[in-house]
């Protein structure tokens, strides 16, 4: 068990490795245009009836993406370091209550009416926590 004390002792870029790739990911979601990557069409023959326009570079994929990884991240660190709690178990935790997340916000988007559920919101939630969990790995 790594105390607080060690870990500040660790070179920056080991207690950090990753943050680089959130950062620029970040950014991207910040300044892309998201009204136009949001724009509502009419589905194809049905004028009662609007389709999603859902790229899998829109905003939408790196906010998905950013927040599943921070998720994920901060619940390893808060149950690893803070509760001492197993690395393999606060793994295993914090994934599976990011992924449960994802999937809930999706559910709530199709239920509600508020938003469109979509599957490539929950391939980007997937990849946020799969890229912190191989970094956290990768020791």
Known sequence: MMTSIQF???PIHVRFRGLGIL???TGLFCVSEPAKLF???????DSTRSARVDPWHAADKYSHF???AMLTAGQFFVLHDRMEV???RALTAAVA???VIGVAKEVYDGVSGKGTPS???LVADVAGVALVAVLIRAK
Do not use: F, H, W
Not at 40 to 45: E, L, N, P, Y
């Open 8 to 10: 500040l002792r660790l």
């Open 23 to 25: 950062l620029i990911l």
């Open 39 to 45: 724009a509502q069409t009419k589905a194809a023959g």
């Open 66 to 68: 950013t927040v599943s």
């Open 86 to 88: 197993s690395e393999n």
């Open 97 to 99: 209550s990011t992924v």
């Open 119 to 121: 599957l490539k919101d």
